[in-house]
């Protein structure tokens, strides 16, 4: 039986930009919100009982490109639960709104004011920590007495700035009290390739609680955390959540944050998170793609973030910008474990901005050029890699590149995943965008 | 289950609700609600010759809509069978079966006004008789279709598909099978199943289809406001489009001793209603119930009012199935499953309706074919796993698969009328 109790907070600082978030732990089995009492802001005396969701600010026109938002979600974070070769770790927090994403357009959803939370999950291989970023048709069933509430459900993938990828939707309840929640992972059918080969090819269920209750709403409504109302909508992102599981220790820390200036945009540690003038992605190192295998084991919760450009080995063709995502390219000799050994393969890496969340469902197909001739067009192929993680790639069957050869990639579909707040302007016109062989290139 | 409070519900509602919980109970509330109704059902025939060969050949008896579409009638039973005894049929038990349904021919005209029925066999039952079936029929056990399933197969015996537009007349039908009644319609019972087999009440299944009636269960838990007011079906369409379906002749077995039969697949399962109607828009659900170019082209209208007697699906569509997922980021249930057709002409003959059974929103999928392995193959396109991860997800964007959950699966061979009572499994 699992504690119930054990979550945390995640909220408190409003240094989001510049800080990583600080998570308030409260792992006694007691009144877990109001240990935080004191960490909140005057949001939380404001919050009547009775909501379900809060009132969030609208931002008026924001960029055709990643922006900040109004505010950090506050949200519950539940124990992990593995399940065969997954591990999950569930969230939960009030209904907000969000966007599904069809071809290159986008459907806003908001919550309808009746019970509900919006539950979420990442989901990562149990053992590598490498969190799995594709959509294979993941099924929710909840219940409340041994009944179930609602009909089943397919949650969204989603991708959100402090989430990165995860499955999530806002899921009506009854009233309040103690609910069951069965997630049935069906195999992933996309291509997998290294240590990844084989794997994740049985149907496995996870199970876990939660409670919904007064406690639960004015924890993730009042912890909800404004930015600075000057940051709405600019260019940038916030940081990825740490899900650490100090407790104690968390608090103090974020009580270092908690300061409601504390963002400083001339910090030029920490701006990597923002500003219109390239997305410094490698930069970053929060929440780094490398990190998130030695995470797991230890109630870390991974965050989907792909290696920066420069750790790609080989051939780096560059890493052209389109629709404000960063599309890392390179190519692998024809040596490589991810073809037969006879063809060179390109590998084209997608990702957010700041930070570098894999963006999956694509369709990206590429045309090499020479001398203004093409000479092939490939599809490429979506595959997850326990090293390269997600990425598309073909083999390079009809063509051996050379220098001087162009490379366009096409962005046929842009990713088709459900965004949160402040992603959903990005990654849907997506011009094609080219690069150059250079063979000498070292890696 | 106990009768539904009247309170509250509508005439139609309550005979659905009624048509549910069954039994004699029911029927007698039935009648109560709607006592004019049976002097109004038309009586059936003593010449067995003059119906149909086929059991399955319903179309002709049924009404069509203004398109000239055949319309199911607006309630269905399927009632779960059991068999009394193992091994070989006798040949009491098998006159015992066709006098009961034959009582049933008398009573009732062959029609949606009266009353249309089939009997099927399960895998299940042909093993329990020790009487594997015929070479030219091709019966396997029900298994999971896809990844994402894990269903309960029907390892009973035989199925009733019982349907009328009268609530009454599928209740007193089945009341009649079973010796719960003296007289139905006007006739005598004088035989019953109740020595052959076993009703499996908790195997049994109900349903309703027809403009306005999904519209009539938003009491129902996960069955939203936001579904059309007359729409025939919860997903919100017209379905059944007779250049969609197969002809009775493409689905009827052609050689062998059940030359004149046909098989027949009944899946059953939850429906999302509430991610469907309240986070798609129509645009998306448009584009994923039939194409992204129903969407560009407005083929549709708001609940399928545009098409007429077919869903639009162009071999053009078709083809393209592939190049939408890559370039448009969604594909069609109707565009993917259409890849199956055979020489342009859809195999499965669909007889599908909706249920609130356990009181949430479903699909009883039924399905006529020559052979189920037909319907394994328009199952396999509309999964569309070669599409998964090539512009579409495994379940998003991917047709209506993010939608709908099976819980059970059946197969069965629906043998010609003269074999219907208990049939050896080859009858040489």
Redesign the interface.
Known sequence: MMNRRRFFYCAGSVAALTTAAGCLGDDDSGDGPDADDETRTTAENETDERRVAPDLPEIEDPPDAVYVPTHREAMQMLEPVEAGAYALAPMLSYPHPFW??????T?R?DP?GSPAVHLMFTLWDADTGLVLP????A?IRVERDGQ???????P??MISQEMGFHFG?NV?LDEDGTYTVEV?L??I???KTGALEGRFAE?ETATFEFTYDEDFRRAVIGGIEYLDEDLWGERGALEPMEHGQGGGGDEGDDHEHDDSNAHDEGDGEDTGHEGEDGHDADGHEEGGGNGQHEDHGDGHVPYSSLPPAEDYPETLLGDPETGDATLVTTLLESDTRLTDGSHPYLLVSPRTPYNRVPL????I?ATIGRDGEELATV?L??TLDDEYDLHYGAELVDVQPETGDTVTLTV???P?VSRHRGYETAFLEMPPVEVEVDMEVPE | MSLPDRTGLSRREYLRAVVAVGGASALGACLAEDGETEDAVPGGTDDPESLPSRQHAWNDALSTDDDGNVQLPEHHVLVALSLVDDGEPTDEARETVETSLRTLERAYEWSNEGLVFTVGYTPAYFERIGSPTAETVELPEPTALT??E?PEPDDFDALLHLASDHAEVVLRAEEALFGEVEEVNGVAVETDLSTVFERLDDRRRTGFIGPGLPAEHTDT??VPEEIPEDAPFFMGFRSGFRANQATEDRATITEGPFAGGTTQHVSSM??????WF????H??RV??MFS?EHVDEDLVGDIGEKLSTSSGVTDERIEATEED??????VGHAQKAARAREDGQPLLLRRDFNTVDGD??GVHFLSLQREIEEFVRVRNAMTG?DL??????????NGI???I?VNRRGNYLLPPRPLRALPSGDPA
């Open positions: 599904l994403v069809d071809g290159r357009e459907e959803v309808d594709v959509e294979s048709g099924q179930e509430v609602g009909s089943p459900r397919s969204w993938a939707d009506p049935t069906p195999p059918g996309v291509r149907t999956a469902d694509m369709a197909s599809d192929e979506q046929e579909s842009p088709q | 990844v994402r894990d838990s996960g939850d429906l999302q209603l509430e991610t309240k986070q798609d828009s645009r998306q584009s994923k992204p997922a890559r370039t448009r980021g969604v949430r929103p796993a998964a991860g090539n512009g579409v997800g495994g379940v998003q964007n698969l993010q939608y959950f």
